[in-house]
Each structure stands twice: as C-alpha cells, then as structure tokens.
C-alpha cells in the first residue's frame, strides 16, 4: 500500500506522526511525507522520505498581525476560553493559507504517485484535500489533545471557498478515522471515529551524552520551553521568570533548549545543565519534574515517562493539554497573571515532594502503555 503523510512545516505536528510511519515501512508498505521545504531536513533525520510541496509561508508574520503573543502578554486560562473562536477562525485563516501554498504541487504529486490512503495532521487541509480529489481514504492523525475538533462547525464553514477553489464539493475532514495517540484520560470526550495507538516519544534524532549515563545524586529538574512559541515570537517567553524560580532549589537543573536558544536565557545558576537539540524522550526517564510551556510532544513525551509536569501556558493547546493534564492529577499548571519566580518556586517543590502527583503520574504512562501500539494500527488503517 502507498501511504501520503501529509504535514505543514511544524516538527511539533509532524513527529507525533512519525512511529506510524514506521510502523508502516515496516510492515513493507510505501510510505512518503510530503510537506513545505522547511521540514525536509527533519522529515529526512525521522527515516521517511520527504516530498516537497508549495512554498514556505511567513507564519510568524501572519501570527502577529492578528494576535500579541510575545514577552509580556499575560493570557491565562479564561481569556483563553473567552476568546478561543475567535482565535480557532485566526488560526484556520493561517493554515488555509499555507494549504493554497502548497495545494497545487500537492494534487500533481499525488495524482503522478496514486496513493491509496492520505494520513493528515489536523492543521494541513491539504490531506483531505487530496483525498477528495482523488477519491481515497484520508486518516486524520491527532498530534495530542484534539484542540481542532470543537471547532468543527467554524471550520467547516471557513473552508467552504477553499473546496469551492479546487471544484470540490463539501469536505468533511472529522468524518474520517482518527488516530490518536493522546490517552483517554487526558482527551477531550467525544472524538469521533478515534482509533488509540500508543504515543512512542520521538523528538530528532541523537546521541546519548555520556553524563546522562552516570547516576543521579539528587533529584533531576528538566525545564523547556518548546519551539512553537520561539518560532512565532523570536523569543523564549517567560524564561527568565523559569531560571530564576530555581535558583535556589536543591535539585539538578537541566535546560533542553532547541538549537539557538541558548543566547536568550542570559546568567544561570551553577547548578544549570543547558543542553541543546536532546530529545526529551532520552532526558525525563530520570528525571523527577518537569516545568514546560504545554506543548503537545513536551506534554505527552513527560507522560509516557511518568514524569510529574508544572505546565506554564502561553498560547493555543497549551491551554487545553494543562487543563486535561491536570485532569489526571499527573501534573498542575500555572497561569501568566500569577506565574511569578516564586509562585513557581514553591508549586515545583510541592510537585517534588508530592507522592500523589507521582502516582498519578505513574498511572498516565501505564495508560499509554496499554494502547496499541503503531504496528497494530497499521493493520487497521484503509486503502
């Protein structure tokens, strides 16, 4: 079989998407990635091979002329919910634009290849669009907590003129098979044709330093701030507020940057590790917390290794994987207007001392263990 994974130029969306695609080429299948230029590099680091479509598109650009979300804006949980359509039709806006940038190489690739089935991430409409086009399965592949689907309606209606665009008619993209990699507990209910498969951490390739190797003496604290919310602003917000809420804690402290970061943080505490580009799935399994922005790959990648997580919400799902984390009781978060250094401070030292976070904890990566794993989801995809 010929599977067409499909994604926008976002590691953060396509290494969720990564496994399966494993899975696939080792179930003897073909299996292709076809994305905007900016993710070659990393589609061909992942193993699969990578098929270029369209353009790059200045998404940084577009973000900051609808929304402020650099140094000093302070969103927190209810202006997040008080605005979140009107922030999902801003964000549907952006990703039909990188659709249109990509749309017409992407049916030519597809209609020269024939696939028999497109697996798409959420926010690249250029999935379902080929397979309607082309008359296949399309497979939608969640990258974490569905924040796209309680926006169907807003996005059905925004899309009309782009099917209309390609001659298509009505395209229904929530209507399809759903792989889901989130576990049930943390998933908003109600998704629709979910299939859970077992979320296997990958976040780049790498070599495993030697110091990660020697024991631990004290307790080990990973603190990252993600990629998206750098990508958008240029910035690493809320970093300093971060290092300087561990300044005193006993603990060791490791800062997983991605790769560029590290200018940005300024003087550190001795007792601060800064590492760059180490996949995280290597790191927390010795670690004993972790305080992150709410990505969904930080979030889910903490949960599969039974690391407690303090979670500081910026920007979009961050909002909806903090709030369904702390749903399990396997992490808390925090909100701008009162993330200070040392409200910081003292909620991560209750996280460390607290057996009842590690229990829960414990409870989310066993959950994630027990779902299929990507070479059994393989079997039970169509096309």
Not at 289 to 303: D, E, N, Q, R, Y
Request: with cysteine; charged share 20%.
């Amino acid at each position: 079989m010929r599977m067409l994974f499909t994604t926008l130029a976002w590691s953060s969306h396509y290494f969720p998407m990564v496994p399966l695609g494993w899975a696939a080429r080792a179930a003897g299948h073909e299996v292709r990635v076809l994305t905007q230029p900016a993710l070659v590099d990393q589609v061909r680091a992942s193993g699969l091979p990578a098929v270029v479509a369209g353009r790059d598109v200045d998404l940084r650009a577009m973000v900051g002329k609808d929304v402020d979300v650099g140094p000093g804006t302070r969103s927190t949980m209810s202006t997040w919910r008080e605005s979140r359509e009107l922030r999902a039709g801003q964000a549907i806006t952006w990703f039909t634009a990188i659709t249109e940038a990509m749309a017409a190489d992407a049916l030519d690739i597809a209609r020269a290849w024939r696939p028999d089935v497109v697996v798409f991430e959420p926010a690249v409409y250029v999935g379902p669009l080929i397979a309607q086009a082309l008359g296949i399965p399309a497979v939608r592949h969640l990258w974490g907590t569905d924040y796209t689907y309680p926006h169907r309606e807003r996005e059905y209606d925004l899309l009309a003129p782009l099917w209309r665009r390609h001659g298509l008619g009505a395209v229904r993209p929530f209507e399809v098979l759903t792989v889901d990699p989130c576990p049930a507990s943390m998933q908003i209910p109600g998704v629709p044709h979910r299939q859970p498969m077992r979320y296997v951490p990958y976040n780049g390739p790498a070599v495993v330093p030697d110091w990660l190797r020697e024991p631990v003496g004290r307790p080990r604290v990973c603190l990252t701030f993600g990629t998206t919310l750098a990508k958008l602003t240029g910035s690493v917000v809320t970093a300093p507020e971060v290092i300087e809420a561990v300044r005193e804690v006993d603990a060791e402290i490791v800062v997983a940057l991605a790769a560029g970061q590290r200018d940005s943080l300024g003087p550190l505490p001795p007792q601060v590790r800064v590492v760059e580009s180490l996949p995280l799935r290597l790191l927390l399994p010795g670690c004993a917390a972790i305080v992150h922005k709410g990505g969904s790959g930080t979030t889910l990648t903490a949960a599969a290794a039974g690391v407690p997580q303090l979670v500081l919400p910026t920007i979009a799902d961050q909002f909806l994987n903090a709030e369904r984390l702390a749903a399990t009781g396997a992490g808390e978060y925090l909100e701008q207007d009162v993330a200070t250094p040392e409200r910081i401070r003292s909620d991560l030292l209750a996280l460390l001392d607290s057996a009842a976070h590690r229990s829960a904890a414990d409870a989310l990566r066993r959950e994630i263990e027990r779902q299929p794993t990507p070479a059994e989801v393989v079997g039970l995809l169509p096309g």
